[in-house]
Structures are given as C-alpha cells and as structure tokens.
C-alpha cells in the first residue's frame, strides 16, 4: 500500500535491536505502521456511517410512504421514450401525460414515468399527497442499502487517501533527510581519511 518492502520494513522495524539504525530509520517504519494501523481503524467507522445512512435514508421513506399515498391515473398520451437530461447514466424510460382525482372532485394532469409496457387509455399508478398532488416515488430498502454502502466505502477510500499521502510525504522528507545525513557523514569521513593519511606520511 505505501510501496515499501514488508521483509526490509520489519527489518528497520521500532522494536528492531539492531544498534546500527538510525533514528529516522525507526521514525519511517513507524509512520508506516502508524497509517496502516489508522486505515484499519477507519473500517469500523465506515460501517458505521453507512448503517447511520442506511437508517436515515428508511426512516426517510417510511415517512413519505405514510404521508402519502398511491391512487390510480388515467393515461391520456402516448407513451414516448426519452431520457432525463440530468440522469447519470442517461437511461432511457417511457413517459406520458397522466390524469388523477384526488380529492375526489380535484382534477389533475401531470407527465410523469409510466412502465415500459403501459398505452394510452390505461390507469397507472401514482403518488400523491394530501391535496393531490404528485410527490416522487420514496427509494426502495435496496436504493437506500446500495446508497448507505456507496456512503461508507466513499468515506473510507477518501480517509485511506490521505492517510497515504500524509505517510508518503512523511517517508519523501524522512528520505531525503537521510540522505543529506549521508552526504555529511560520508564527506566527513573522507576528510577524517586525508587528514589520517596525511598524519601518517
């Protein structure tokens, strides 16, 4: 997940007794454990938000379910395929002009998406509200499960991600840290070296 090597990372591991590791080193492989330990963490969490989703989007529903309800329309217009200019996927479905009574004596007209097998002259099914008129169908149990799932691995994939980055710029400037370390130690051990050759001529 972070690009590194298991084997070489427990190697440098901070419980590692080896007396020739570098602080950094220690600090790089726990970051690493740090992250992965935080990203394992969030998978609680993302269920939970989904099951919280989950539950608001039912109650939701339920609540339309109850304040509504479904009477029968007249299909008054031939039924026409087209499809809705803001649909994601822009799925094509019938739709047709429909008229209803509620209250009884309350004419009402609307277009609405009607079955793929419905005609003109048929009655269909609609929903609508105390003083008749439409409200939209409330999501399915399945919609709502599917939405509540989308919500939790949304959430996780998004934390992970910046878990990731947070623990790759760490590992870049640790790096890069122990790299001019290096060079430092390294140029002082040639000049320890010429200043040792030259002592001894």
Not at 69 to 76: H, M, N, R
Not at 156 to 163: F, G, K, P
Request: glycine letters at 6%.
């Amino acid at each position: 997940m972070f690009g590194f090597d298991v084997a070489r990372w427990w190697r440098l591991a901070p419980w590692s007794t080896n007396p020739l590791m570098r602080g950094r080193d220690r600090t790089a492989a726990l970051v690493v454990a740090c992250g992965t330990a935080v990203i394992l963490a969030l998978v609680p969490f993302a269920a939970l938000l989904g099951s919280l989703t989950y539950a608001d989007l039912n109650a939701a529903s339920a609540r339309t379910r109850a304040g509504t309800q479904q009477i029968d329309a007249l299909v008054t217009s031939e039924p026409t395929l087209r499809s809705e200019e803001t649909a994601v996927f822009d799925p094509a479905e019938h739709y047709a002009t429909v008229v209803w009574e509620w209250p009884p004596g309350q004419r009402h007209r609307d277009e609405v998406r009607v079955p793929d097998e419905a005609e003109q002259w048929e009655t269909v099914l609609v929903r609508v509200d105390s003083e008749g008129g439409r409200v939209a169908e409330p999501p399915s149990s399945t919609s709502n499960a599917v939405l509540g799932i989308s919500a939790a691995v949304g959430f996780w994939v998004t934390c992970a991600m910046v878990v990731v980055v947070a623990v790759q710029a760490m590992r870049y400037f640790g790096r890069r840290a122990r790299m001019r370390q290096w060079d430092l130690d390294w140029l002082e051990f040639e000049t320890e070296r010429g200043r040792t050759k030259g002592d001894s001529t």
